[in-house]
């Protein structure tokens, strides 16, 4: 989920294991929601997006879910490696908004070997 | 390789001395962006620019400026930097406006004294 404060929640998984990055959104008119991936020191990296006329969306290894009834999405990592360690942000957007992308604030992501 | 080059990678200075962060992208991107990256404050947007000559204020602006001469560089300036601008900074550009999408530099780490 979302983060409050200065510590990021951390999900912890066993590689091979499947992992769910859950984040709840803000605003009910937004029509666009998109996953990053960053790694220790490095940029956000685009993993998958997803456009509110659809509830889920696959790509490689990865899903992600659409829940506009109770504002929720999901990023599903499937058989995660060691290398899916990294911090995740969801981020939303809206055409009201001027497409502004509202990001959320991570969840940091540990794979145990 | 379709990359967003930022420079100095690593940046130490001073309350007042004015410095200019480089970016430039080679992937003929319209839009293109500057963040900073806080603890606890996740991806705060500082500027952005829709196209050449057409830059525009994003959600923390004061004491920083930019300038799109050339669809490739958008440099971020800060005139006077104090030390609660000591951030880490990404640049980013997208192919498909403001809020889709967006490839991220591997980031500027600012410390100002």
């Known amino acids: 989920g979302e983060s409050v404060g200065l510590h990021l929640p951390t999900l912890s998984v066993q590689e091979g294991d499947n992992s769910i990055i859950n984040c709840a959104y803000s605003n009910s008119a937004s029509d666009y929601f998109i996953w990053y991936k960053q790694e220790s020191g490095k940029g956000p990296q685009f993993i998958i997006d997803i456009r509110s006329n659809m509830d889920k969306r696959q790509g490689q290894r990865v899903t992600v879910l659409l829940n506009k009834t109770v504002k929720h999405l999901s990023l599903q990592i499937a058989a995660t490696q060691p290398g899916d360690s990294a911090v995740y942000f969801c981020?939303?957007?809206?055409?009201?908004?001027?497409?502004?992308?509202?990001w959320g604030l991570g969840t940091s992501l540990a794979v145990n070997p | 390789e379709a990359q967003v080059t930022q420079n100095p990678r690593y940046l130490i200075t001073v309350t007042g001395k004015k410095l200019t962060v480089t970016c430039s992208q080679n992937?003929?991107?319209?839009?293109m962006s500057w963040y900073r990256q806080d603890p606890g404050l996740g991806l705060r947007q500082i500027y952005y620019?829709?196209?050449?000559?057409?830059?525009d204020k994003g959600d923390v602006p004061e004491g920083y400026k930019v300038s799109r001469k050339e669809k490739r560089n958008f440099p971020l300036i800060l005139e006077s930097p104090s030390p609660n601008q000591t951030s880490l900074y990404f640049c980013?550009?997208?192919?498909?406006?403001?809020?889709?999408?967006?490839?991220f530099g591997s980031g500027t780490q600012l410390s100002v004294l």
């Open positions: 620019s829709m196209n050449v000559e057409v830059t």
């Open positions: 980013a550009s997208s192919p498909q406006g403001r809020g889709e999408k967006l490839f």
């Open positions: 992937m003929n991107h319209e839009y």
């Open positions: 981020a939303e957007n809206y055409a009201g908004n001027n497409r502004k992308l509202i």
